[in-house]
């Protein structure tokens, strides 16, 4: 079966960075689009970054646009994200997805087929 397991997450410093991976398996990963997601406790789950298949187009929440960068490596079946100068409004369950298409991604959790458990970012100030 599909499984996307993120890994990366943790406690940082106002400023700091980290980096979230996201490996998937169980489906041909080239042929979907990665997202990223992220979900704060009492707030809706929203959009924070997606990349084509081929990684020619990336987008970004203008929150994290220009501190946050999204890649992938095909060959490991991998999605990243670069978080550079956290803040505390950062601080959230981050989820990957993976949406199945020849396209692009998109802004809306209902359009990605598959979703990992999350991993917990925290941001001190």
């Known amino acids: 079966q599909v499984q996307l397991v993120e890994s990366g997450g943790g406690l940082v410093q106002a400023g700091g960075s980290l980096r979230l991976s ?26 924070v970054s997606h990349i084509t298949w081929s990684s020619a187009s990336t987008y970004y929440a203008d929150s994290v646009k220009g501190r946050f960068i999204i890649s992938r490596d095909n060959a490991k ?10 803040k505390p409004e950062d601080t959230a369950v981050y989820y990957c997805s993976a949406k199945y298409t020849s396209y692009g991604g998109s802004r809306y959790p ?9 991993t917990q970012v925290t941001v001190s100030s």
Do not use: H, I
């Open 77 to 86: 079946n991998t999605v990243y994200l670069q978080m550079n100068s956290l």
């Open 110 to 118: 209902q359009d990605y087929d598959y979703w990992g458990q999350g």
């Open 22 to 47: 996201c490996a998937a398996s169980g489906l041909s990963f080239s042929d979907y689009a990665m997202g990223w997601f992220r979900q704060a406790p009492g707030k809706e789950r929203e959009f």
